[in-house]
T-cell receptor, first 113, second 113 residues
């Protein structure tokens, strides 16, 4: 069955530190992969997406993600975290044979001053 | 361009009552999706409309949930009668025909007491 896993439920980093949020997927074919962010009181905002081609994709707010087929991973990174990045982050996959997104459980990011 | 909007933003009802959630997709988006996140769980797919037709409602939990999309524009999701386990955040998303990127609304936070 198709699945997306985010191993880390909570992560705390200091402001200015680098960030990496993990995402692993299990799909028969190469999925379309997404990262969404939900800030407090807000809806889900699309950060970036990977469909094919260059495995390093750039998104909004200074985020990037790298698709690694050999590791079945699509980790989200940011070189320097800002306090406003505190939010919950969701990795999701979409197989074009289907019509729905499958979400990971989410990773809640806290940023220390 | 207006994004996906949802109404109400919050709803508190008693067990056994009826609640109707509304979603207005981005103009021109034929695909409309409903998702739900219950406390502590992943965001789960409920159903998918293409215009006014239900394409896939495999995620609907039971027959207390009824979704409609009359005229292929906005959609409603009715829960009747509501149960305690229906509490959670209900998200609506839309995408273009053939589009893999889904854009989410802010969600409706439903609390059943």
């Amino acid at each position: 069955a198709q699945s997306v896993t985010q191993p880390d439920i909570h992560i705390t980093v200091s402001e200015g530190a680098s960030l990496e949020l993990r995402c692993n997927y299990s799909y028969g074919a190469t999925p379309y992969l997404f990262w969404y962010v939900q800030s407090p009181g807000q809806g889900l905002q699309l950060l970036l997406k990977y469909f094919s081609g260059d495995t390093l994709v750039q998104g909004i707010k200074g985020f990037e993600a790298e698709f690694k087929r050999s590791q079945s991973s699509f980790n989200l990174r940011k070189p320097s975290v800002h306090w406003s990045d505190a939010a919950e982050y969701f990795c999701a996959g979409f197989n074009n044979a289907g019509n729905m997104l499958t979400f990971g459980g989410g990773t809640r990011l806290m940023v220390k001053p | 361009e207006a994004g996906v909007t949802q109404f109400p933003s919050h709803s508190v009802i008693e067990k056994g009552q009826t609640v109707t959630l509304r979603c207005d997709p981005i103009s021109g988006h034929d695909n409309l999706y409903w998702y739900r996140r219950v406390m502590g769980k992943e965001i789960k797919f409920l159903l998918h409309f293409v215009k006014e037709s239900k394409q896939d409602e495999s995620g609907m939990p039971n027959n207390r949930f009824l979704a409609e999309r009359t005229g292929g524009t906005y959609s409603t999701l009715k829960v009747q009668p509501a149960e305690l386990e229906d509490s959670g955040v209900y998200f609506c998303a839309s995408s273009l025909w053939g589009g893999e990127t889904q854009y989410f609304g802010p969600g409706t936070r439903l609390l059943v007491l």
